[in-house]
């Protein structure tokens, strides 16, 4: 594709984006450790501890990637489903595995998952949903998918209400973090991508409203470093008595 962004609304946008995660799977994991200073790893600790997981929970991860957060649950003795559209990211979460954690990756549509109702107690995405090309239709999949009472956590790059914190944290993402996609990846304009996908997602203020529009109650939301990252937090209602 001759087109250098990644970011494309509509139907190109689902190829765009496989294309660019496909590419960047050797070194997805070292440029996150770079970009952030190590800092993913402590914000995807924070949404482990706010999903609560009980003994016995099913959980599933979409946009799963590596499988970062899949194994925060495993590692805990949960049994996790990672669901991701990236083969090559795929194939580094495989390889990762260790034959002690009770973990299925799987290749799939976050936005057209193969798994029954309420097939789950806790769905978590990480720096996934903002990737997705129908933001409402993901929502609703993940509460057909969730059991009552579970939990759904999204993490991603946040917009700070502050105005100067937000124009210094597009400043580094204009400038900054595409270096290091042409350092590590040999590739600029994927990370370029990050800040043009940023301007198109409603961010955590705006996930809130939608999480309110399909249903989802008990919302909250967790921000890092003056909203730079955040959490999204909600739950779907146990069934009403029949």
């Not at 100067?164 to 600029?188: D, E, M």
């Not at 304009?189 to 800040?195: G, K, M, R, T, V």
């Amino acid at each position: 594709m001759s087109d250098p962004s990644y970011f494309q609304p509509g139907a190109e946008r689902g190829a765009r984006v496989n294309e660019l995660f496909d590419r960047i799977a050797p070194r997805y994991d070292l440029i996150n450790d770079i970009q952030s200073a190590g800092l993913h790893r402590v914000w995807k600790k924070w949404l482990w501890m706010l999903a609560q997981p009980k003994p016995g929970e099913k959980i599933l991860d979409l946009c799963t990637g590596t499988g970062d957060i899949a194994f925060l649950f495993a590692d805990h003795g949960h049994d996790v489903t990672g669901l991701d559209f990236s083969a090559e990211m795929l194939r580094v979460a495989n390889q990762r595995k260790t034959s002690t954690q009770r973990i299925e990756f799987l290749r799939g549509d976050a936005m057209n998952t193969p798994f029954p109702d309420q097939s789950f107690d806790v769905i978590t995405i990480g720096y996934g949903l903002r990737n997705l090309a129908d933001y409402g239709k993901a929502l609703l999949e993940m509460k057909r998918l969730l059991r009552p009472g579970g939990r759904l956590l999204i993490l991603d790059f946040g917009k700070p209400d502050n105005f100067f914190l937000r124009a210094a944290y597009y400043v580094y993402l204009h400038l900054a973090v595409p270096i290091f996609g042409q350092i590590f990846c040999g590739n600029r304009a994927a990370y370029a991508y990050i800040l043009e996908s940023l301007k198109h997602y409603p961010a955590q203020r705006g996930v809130d409203d939608l999480l309110d529009a399909v249903g989802l109650e008990n919302r909250r939301v967790v921000n890092f470093f003056g909203g730079t990252m955040s959490i999204n937090y909600a739950e779907k209602n146990t069934d009403p008595p029949t």
